[in-house]
C-alpha cells in the first residue's frame, strides 16, 4: 500500500505574470511540479492581466468552425483551453498543469512559492493588491531584470517585493531569451537565494525511514513547526539582517546607508518539504535549462540591470561600424563597471567562492550540468535531471552543507558573480550580440534617428529597460558626483541625452 510522504504539505507555486518570459518559466515550472509530486503541488497558477485577444490564422490551433477561432476571447480562456499563450508566446506548448487565473488574489492564494516575472513598473502596485491574500510565510523569486533607482536611492526589486509583502525574495536571472528557452534550446541561468536562518536551521531533512505522516501521533501531526516555542525571539527575523546595506565609497563622496523597513520575517511550518537551493533547484532545473544556485542576490540582480546599459553601448559601437574589437572592448569595460558599481555601493565580499554555497557542490552532483552523454542538449531528459532514489541521495549531507554556506555567508556583492554565471557575463554577451537594446541602438545609429524612434517603431508597444536604466543610474551617479567615475555608462546616456 502507498504511504504519504514524510512531509503533511506540499509546496504550491504561483507565477505572478504571463507575457513571453512568464510563460515560459511557468513551462518549466510546471514540468517540474507535475514530475515531483512529493514536494510540490502539481498544478500551476499563473496570473494574467486580462485583454481580448484572436486566435491569428496562421495558428495550428485556428479553425472557422471553432467557436473559440469565430471571435475574440479573454486570454485566459485560450490559455486554458488551447494550453498556449497564443499572443505572447505562440507556438509553444503549455503543460495542461498551467493554470491562467486573471485573478491576483486567487492566483496567489495559499502558495509558498511566488514567482514574479512582469515589467517592473507593475511591481508596486501588484504587492499592494497582493497584502492580505498571500501566506505569511511564503517565499519569493523575482524574475524581473532591474533595480529601483532614483536619485535619492537604489534598490533591488527583490527588496522591493520582501518589503511590501514581508516575505523573504530571492532572484532568477541569465542569458535566458524567452523563446529559446521555451522551444528548450539549452540555457544556462542563475538562482540567487541566501535561504533566511530561521528555515535554515530546522530540523534537518527526514531520512529514509522517517516516521511516515499516518504514524504520527495526533500531537506530532498538528504540531506547527518544529525548535524554539513562537514566543522565542529568533521566530521572526529583521530584513535588514539578510540584505547587505548600502554603504558609501571610502572617498570624500559619502552615500548615506540606506534603511530598510523592519519587516519581520514568519518561519516556513515544518510540515511543509524545506525551502532552501535544492528545492529550488528541483523546481526550475531541466535538462535544456540548467541552473546554478548562489547567495549573492544584490550582484545577479544588479547584472540582469546594468547588462542592459552596456549592450546599448555595444550597439551604438556596431552601428557606427567600428567592428567586433571596439565592441568587445565596450563589453569588457561595461563588465568592470558593473562590477565596481555592485561594490561601490552594495558593499564588496570576498569568499573563496562566488557566493555559490559550500552545498552547491551536492546541488551540482544530483542537478549535473551536462548532459550524461557528454552534449550540452540531451534528449534523454529524464536521465538527465532525474533526482537519486534514498539509497544514493544523502539529504541529511545536503542539508548540513546548506546550514554550514548560510552560516559562512558573506555580505555584499562578489565579483565572481559578474565573470562567472550566467547572470553576469554570458548575459551580458547574449546581449551585446543580438538582444533588443543592442539592436535598437545600433538601427538608432545607422538610421541617424534618436532610439526613442526606433523603440516606437520595432517593438510593438515594448519599451527598452537600457534607456530608461541608463537615465536612471546617471541621475543618481550625477547627484552624488560620481558620474566620471563610470566613464561608459555615462557615455551612454550622453549617447541619447547629450549634455547641454
Known amino acids: 500500500m502507498a504511504t504519504l510522504g514524510p512531509y503533511e504539505k506540499k509546496h504550491k507555486v504561483t507565477v505572478v505574470g504571463s507575457g513571453n518570459w512568464g510563460s515560459a518559466i511557468s513551462k518549466i515550472v510546471a514540468e517540474n511540479t507535475a514530475s515531483q509530486s512529493d514536494i510540490f503541488e502539481r498544478d500551476v497558477q499563473m496570473w494574467v492581466y486580462e485583454e481580448t485577444v484572436s486566435v491569428p490564422k496562421s495558428s495550428p490551433h485556428y479553425s472557422a468552425s471553432n467557436p473559440l477561432c469565430q471571435s475574440p476571447q479573454k486570454l485566459t480562456v485560450l490559455i486554458n483551453e488551447l494550453h498556449e499563450n497564443v499572443k505572447y508566446l505562440p507556438s509553444i506548448a503549455l503543460p495542461p498543469n498551467v493554470i491562467a487565473n486573471p485573478d491576483l488574489s486567487s492566483a496567489v492564494q495559499d502558495s509558498t512559492i511566488l514567482i514574479f516575472n512582469l515589467p517592473h513598473q507593475f511591481i508596486s502596485n501588484l504587492c499592494k493588491q497582493m497584502q492580505g491574500h498571500i501566506l505569511p510565510y511564503a517565499r519569493g523569486i523575482s524574475c524581473i531584470k532591474g533595480v529601483d533607482v532614483s536619485p535619492s536611492k537604489i534598490g533591488l526589486f527583490s527588496d522591493t517585493i520582501s518589503s511590501s509583502l514581508g516575505i523573504y525574495c530571492g532572484a532568477l536571472s541569465g542569458a535566458n531569451i524567452a ?19 530561521m528555515d535554515v536551521s530546522r530540523s534537518p531533512t527526514p531520512l529514509k525511514g522517517s516516521t511516515p505522516v499516518q504514524s504520527r501521533t495526533p500531537a506530532q501531526s498538528h504540531t506547527p513547526q518544529r525548535g524554539p516555542s513562537p514566543k522565542s525571539s529568533h521566530q521572526h527575523l529583521d530584513l535588514k539582517a539578510l ?110 567562492g562566488n557566493g555559490s554555497p559550500p552545498g552547491s557542490a551536492a546541488l551540482d552532483k544530483n542537478f549535473p550540468r551536462h548532459g ?30 546548506l546550514e554550514a554556506a548560510h552560516a559562512a555567508r558573506s555580505k555584499g556583492v562578489q565579483a565572481r558573480t559578474f565573470t562567472e554565471e550566467s547572470a553576469g557575463v554570458a548575459d551580458l554577451i547574449t546581449s551585446c550580440s543580438g538582444g533588443r537594446n ?63
Open 243 to 352: 540584505t547587505p546595506a548600502i554603504i558609501s565609497p571610502k572617498d570624500a563622496h559619502v552615500l548615506k546607508s540606506q534603511q530598510k523597513p523592519n519587516t519581520k520575517l514568519i518561519p516556513l511550518p515544518a510540515a511543509f518539504p524545506p525551502l532552501d537551493g535544492l528545492t529550488l533547484k528541483k523546481l526550475f532545473h531541466r535538462p535544456y535549462f540548467h541552473v546554478r544556485v548562489v547567495s549573492d542576490v544584490p550582484g545577479v540582480s544588479l547584472s540582469g540591470a546594468l547588462k542592459n546599459i552596456v549592450a546599448i553601448g555595444a550597439g551604438f559601437v556596431a552601428g557606427l561600424g567600428w567592428g567586433d574589437n571596439a565592441k568587445a572592448a565596450i563589453m569588457r569595460v561595461g563588465l568592470l563597471e558593473m562590477v565596481k558599481f555592485g561594490e561601490m555601493f552594495f558593499g564588496s565580499s570576498s569568499p573563496t
Open 438 to 500: 543592442f539592436r535598437c541602438a545600433k538601427m538608432s545609429v545607422e538610421r541617424g534617428v534618436p532610439i526613442g524612434v526606433i523603440e516606437k517603431e520595432e517593438l510593438n508597444g515594448q519599451m527598452l529597460q537600457g534607456v530608461s536604466t541608463a537615465e536612471e543610474v546617471h541621475s543618481f551617479l550625477s547627484e552624488r558626483g560620481l558620474d566620471k567615475e563610470f566613464p561608459l555608462l555615462t557615455a551612454v546616456y550622453c549617447g541619447f541625452f547629450p549634455p547641454p
Open 372 to 401: 550524461n552523454k557528454g552534449d550540452a542538449h540531451n534528449d534523454d531528459r529524464d536521465g538527465d535531471a532525474e533526482m537519486p532514489d534514498g539509497d544514493e541521495h544523502d539529504h541529511e549531507q545536503e542539508h548540513g552543507a
Open 179 to 197: 523563446t529559446e528557452v521555451a522551444q528548450e534550446k539549452f540555457s544556462e541561468t542563475t538562482i540567487a537565494y541566501d535561504p533566511p536562518p
